[in-house]
């Protein structure tokens, strides 16, 4: 068992460092990938291995027409991402101004006790830390005694209880959203709740958010077709040279867009789905 396992390595070795060389070599070749920052090279290096394991280029002319390909084509799919993520951007956007909005005084009331507890602490004597705890509780009910002692503590500072106000409510709103992507049960409820009493859904938002942003989608739309010809004119003109290889070559393009598309299908949210998987 144990001479298995260290064979099972040996070999798992083997083929990593062929893989490390096959790439080392196709860069000092081709140079590195035309990535923008913040792009996975390894994402990269994934789809140029799977169209190069597809299509089995056969000599350096073969390597040359793949590596140009797969460029553009990480070009096409580029744009495809930036649409899907600027229009869950907007989305999450359009979610977060909603339940700024609708959102109720209850449910970020702890958040704004804390916080001010925080504030008081750093505005008063060292020894009134209790004090500081029960007078930002007090404020939090909206007891007038205490609104009027803590508004008095915070003159001296730049700081308002509307700021402070403004800040618990943001934070509750930005994890309300957080907790919704995942489907925990209580965001989903109170969200859909929230959308349901104002006569709206996730649907709903995301359409206005499309609405708004179209100009955009639109332009990005373009650029994506742009991106599609110089692809497909690349192609055509492997065909005219490499007639066999060039459609083997299309053949691993479409099998990589039919699979990116597929995710893409699966992660379109549903009427109260995630918006940002």
């Not at 073969?62 to 590596?67: A, G, K, L, N």
């Not at 797969?70 to 580029?78: C, G, K, Q």
């Not at 009910?141 to 409510?169: C, Q, S, W, Y």
Request: with cysteine; charged share 35%.
């Amino acid at each position: 068992m144990v001479d298995m396992q260290v064979r099972l390595d040996a070999k798992t070795s083997a083929k990593f460092k062929s893989m490390r060389s096959a790439r080392a070599r196709r860069r000092t070749l081709f140079g590195q990938p035309l990535l923008l920052d913040g792009e996975d090279d390894a994402a990269y290096e994934e789809l140029l291995a799977r169209v190069w394991a597809a299509v089995k280029p056969a000599d350096v002319f073969d390597e040359m027409f793949t590596v140009e390909v797969v460029s553009l084509e990480w070009e096409v799919l580029r744009w495809r991402r930036l649409k899907l993520s600027l229009i869950r951007k907007r989305a999450i956007e359009k979610l977060e101004k909603f339940l700024r909005a609708e959102l109720d005084y209850d449910l970020y009331a702890e958040y704004f006790a804390g916080a001010l507890t925080e504030i008081l602490q750093d505005n008063l004597p060292k020894d009134q830390a209790n004090f500081a705890q029960t007078l930002a509780q007090q404020c939090a009910r909206n007891e007038k005694e205490a609104v009027d002692k803590v508004n008095k503590i915070l003159d001296g500072t730049a700081l308002h209880l509307d700021n402070i106000l403004d800040d618990a409510r943001d934070r509750t709103v930005k994890e309300l959203v957080q907790d919704y992507a995942p489907r925990e049960s209580d965001a989903v409820t109170l969200i859909e709740e929230l959308l349901t009493g104002a006569g709206k859904s996730i649907d709903v938002l995301m359409a206005e958010a499309l609405e708004e942003n179209l100009e955009y989608v639109e332009r990005i739309d373009r650029l994506t077709t742009i991106a599609e010809g110089r692809r497909n004119a690349s192609l055509r003109e492997i065909e005219r040279r490499r007639p066999v290889f060039s459609e083997t070559l299309r053949r691993g393009v479409q099998q990589i867009e039919h699979d990116e598309l597929e995710v893409v299908g699966r992660r379109q949210p549903k009427e109260g789905a995630r918006l940002d998987e």
